[in-house]
């Protein structure tokens, strides 16, 4: 048995987000929210809703994923598979240098095949924790944002879960 986990990056920005949505005409619709705050996060996330991951306001680079995944390789108890995408930061000489070592404690980096986002089940997280988690008065402050991101993440797979096989529907 082995454990897979999805991996994949995404950035919260207090300018807010909007999947799409409609309005009467000349009705003005508004969030308010403070510019120019974001916070970077990288996570995993299994079928089960095992979770795992990392934020920071600087940008999520190669080095940070890195240290993250050699973090994890000291810890799985078990063969674990991480899925990841063709992001260069996914691919970098320092990951692809690492990957010997991590596979002799059991991790092993598989990579999707490009452009296929609907395959990693981490696009979900990312997701619903804009759409569905983060409420609009969340994004009201920079304080607010940030806690509640961290707030949203730290419960996924406890009171925030996803059943991902209703995503897989056509």
């Not at 909007?18 to 705050?37: R, T």
């Not at 999520?60 to 930061?89: G, H, M, P, Q, Y």
């Not at 619903?128 to 949203?152: H, I, M, Q, V």
Request: contains cysteine.
């Amino acid at each position: 048995m082995i454990t897979l986990l999805y991996g994949d990056e995404t950035q919260v920005s207090s300018e807010g987000y909007v999947p799409y949505g409609w309005q009467f005409p000349d009705e003005k619709v508004a969030i308010l929210s403070e510019k120019g705050h974001k916070i970077n996060c990288f996570g995993l996330i299994s079928r089960e809703n095992e979770f795992h991951c990392t934020t920071s306001q600087e940008n999520i680079t190669s080095a940070c994923i890195f240290e993250f995944l050699d973090d994890l390789s000291f810890k799985i108890r078990r063969e674990t598979v991480v899925v990841l995408d063709n992001a260069s930061v996914h691919k970098s000489k320092l990951i692809q240098q690492s990957l010997a070592s991590w596979n002799q404690r059991g991790l092993f980096i598989f990579y999707l095949p490009t452009y296929s986002p609907k395959l990693n089940i981490a696009e979900t997280v990312w997701r619903k924790l804009k759409g569905e988690w983060l409420r609009p008065e969340d994004y009201l402050d920079r304080d607010s944002l940030f806690y509640a991101t961290n707030r949203c993440l730290a419960n996924i797979g406890g009171i925030l879960t996803i059943k991902f096989s209703d995503f897989n529907r056509n």
